[in-house]
């Protein structure tokens, strides 16, 4: 069951981010609002910190989700931004999770393809060596899609995650501490101690610890009845990056041959890179020369483009042909 899961959650983050476009980040002013006036330990401010620091606040956008709803005043402000809970008022150990905030990707400036036939021709970039090293970032890439083995698009960033389960939110979504490293180049920021939805394969108890693979897919707003102390019993809205357990793509001369095979039969694959490439303005240089009356030596000003680095970060999209 939780491959399909996984899947409705992944779909309704990934409609989210296209309804929502890029408007989708919100201030976090409304962070952890019931817990906000508990005596509570400092933990749920700590947590929302990454994320605080990743988006930097805008006029609010917060209710926006909510204007898509039957248009009922609700008694309780708590009630307005979320939907869902109209109906679900009910039952005070109801769970909701929207999503709020897609996870970030770069964007391509510039795609290329490369050709299986031209591998290792004279003058050919398709050389084994590059090969090899956009299979590397395929694999960081793409995860393995449970149900066929075949490679998938990870729609966020992927990131071993070391958690504990704090609470259970049925079907075998979690609210858990979480440890992951900021990825480089990417932009996901380091996670330490901080409060996450984690969407696994499989159950776990309440204050187990566990490793696993997680793709960021966003950030969402989770509604739900806390179930430990010092938070017992009080309805909370909290906002938290949510992962998902995905099996990764290993980086094998198997997995690779894989992959080399998948082209041939017409996959259409691509992978996305960064390199820092020569400032074109500059020359690389990281300044530009102006020749001075009178004088031997020319003037030289720093490059705005590079900030006189005479590189800029360059984002390829490499497509994959037979
Ligand atoms: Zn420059």
Same mark, same amino acid.
């Given at each position: 069951? /939780?491959?399909?899961?996984?899947?409705?959650?992944?779909?309704?983050?990934?409609?989210?981010?296209?309804?929502?476009?890029?408007?989708?980040?919100?201030?976090?002013?409304?962070?952890?609002?019931?817990?906000?006036?508990? #005596?509570? &330990?400092?933990?749920?401010?700590?947590?929302?910190?990454?994320?605080?620091?990743?988006?930097?606040?805008? !006029?609010?956008?917060?209710?926006?989700?909510?204007?898509?709803?039957?248009?009922?005043?609700?008694?309780?402000?708590?009630?307005?931004?979320? !939907?869902?809970?109209?109906?679900? %008022?009910?039952?005070?150990?109801?769970?909701?999770?929207?999503?709020?905030?897609?996870?970030?990707?770069?964007?391509?400036?510039?795609?290329?393809?490369?050709?299986?036939?031209?591998?290792?021709? #004279?003058?050919?970039? %398709?050389?084994?060596?590059?090969?090899?090293?956009?299979?590397?970032?395929?694999? /960081?890439?793409?995860?393995?899609?449970?149900? &066929?083995?075949?490679? /998938?698009?990870?729609?966020? /960033?992927?990131?071993?995650?070391?958690?504990?389960?704090?609470?259970?939110?049925?079907?075998?979504?979690?609210?858990?501490? $979480?440890?992951?490293?900021?990825?480089? $180049?990417? !932009?996901?920021?380091?996670?330490?101690?901080?409060?996450?939805?984690?969407?696994?394969?499989?159950?776990?108890?309440?204050?187990?610890? $566990?490793?696993?693979?997680?793709?960021?897919?966003?950030?969402?707003?989770?509604?739900?009845?806390?179930?430990?102390?010092?938070?017992?019993?009080?309805?909370?809205?909290?906002?938290? %990056?949510?992962?998902?357990?995905?099996?990764?793509?290993?980086?094998?001369?198997?997995?690779?041959? @894989?992959?080399? %095979?998948?082209?041939?039969?017409?996959?259409?694959?691509?992978?996305?890179?960064?390199?820092?490439?020569?400032? @074109?303005?500059?020359?690389?240089? $990281?300044?530009?020369?102006?020749?001075?009356?009178?004088?031997?030596?020319?003037?030289?000003?720093?490059?705005?483009?590079?900030?006189?680095?005479?590189?800029? #970060?360059?984002?390829?999209?490499?497509?994959?042909? !037979?």
């Amino acid at each position: 069951m /939780s491959p399909h899961l996984a899947r409705c959650l992944l779909s309704s983050c990934l409609l989210a981010a296209t309804a929502l476009g890029a408007d989708a980040e919100a201030p976090m002013k409304k962070e952890a609002e019931a817990p906000a006036t508990a #005596p509570a &330990t400092a933990a749920p401010a700590d947590a929302a910190k990454p994320a605080t620091e990743a988006a930097p606040a805008k !006029p609010a956008m917060t209710e926006k989700p909510a204007e898509a709803a039957p248009a009922k005043p609700a008694a309780d402000g708590e009630m307005k931004k979320d !939907p869902e809970k109209e109906a679900k %008022e009910e039952d005070p150990e109801a769970v909701t999770i929207t999503p709020f905030r897609a996870a970030r990707l770069p964007t391509a400036k510039e795609t290329r393809t490369f050709h299986l036939a031209k591998l290792n021709k #004279p003058l050919a970039f %398709e050389t084994t060596r590059e090969l090899q090293r956009l299979f590397a970032a395929f694999a /960081s890439q793409h995860v393995v899609d449970a149900a &066929t083995g075949d490679f /998938s698009k990870a729609p966020g /960033s992927m990131t071993a995650i070391a958690y504990t389960i704090v609470q259970d939110l049925g079907e075998n979504r979690f609210l858990a501490k $979480g440890n992951w490293p900021a990825l480089n $180049g990417d !932009p996901l920021l380091e996670g330490k101690d901080a409060f996450v939805v984690l969407l696994l394969d499989k159950p776990a108890a309440v204050g187990s610890t $566990g490793r696993c693979t997680g793709l960021h897919v966003g950030m969402v707003a989770l509604g739900f009845t806390a179930k430990f102390a010092p938070l017992e019993g009080r309805k909370l809205t909290f906002r938290r %990056e949510a992962f998902l357990q995905c099996t990764p793509v290993d980086e094998s001369a198997a997995a690779m041959q @894989k992959f080399v %095979e998948a082209i041939q039969k017409g996959a259409e694959l691509s992978v996305i890179t960064t390199d820092r490439v020569a400032c @074109k303005p500059c020359g690389g240089l $990281g300044f530009t020369r102006e020749a001075q009356k009178g004088k031997i030596e020319d003037k030289r000003t720093p490059c705005k483009d590079c900030e006189g680095t005479g590189k800029l #970060p360059l984002v390829t999209e490499t497509k994959f042909a !037979p």
